[in-house]
Nanobody, 120 residues
């Protein structure tokens, strides 16, 4: 399977970005999907996850109310709408399939992420 994240960029604090992750190679709707991020000098952390059907979601506490994960199984794509961005959201964002848990854990190998930079 290949996962391609896109949509990152430079934005001012308070701004918005929408990340996309296109998947290929398998029955996309069978898999829970998630977003993770890694800031410079920090470990990669879970950000958000969505069940295969799209009926369940899970978020990192610090992004609740600001980020929204969604998916379009017909397009094999998962999205992360990020609003009210803060400088501490600056990181490389990755998508992957996940095992549901507290928090969800990554299953696939990491693909190329997309850089999000929030200026103050």
């Amino acid at each position: 399977v290949q996962l391609q994240a896109s949509g990152g960029g430079l934005v001012q604090a308070g701004g918005s970005l929408r990340l996309s992750c296109a998947a290929s190679g398998r029955a996309f709707s069978r898999y829970h999907m998630g977003w993770f991020r890694q800031a410079p000098g920090k470990e990669r952390e879970f950000v958000a996850a969505i069940s295969g059907s799209g009926t369940m979601t899970s978020y990192l506490d610090s992004v609740k109310g600001r980020f929204t994960i969604s998916r379009d199984n017909a397009k094999n794509t998962v999205y992360l709408q990020m609003n009210s961005l803060k400088p501490e959201d600056t990181a490389v964002y990755y998508c992957t399939s996940v095992a549901w848990g507290v928090p969800p854990s990554p299953l696939d190998a990491w693909g190329q992420g997309t850089q999000v930079t929030v200026s103050s």
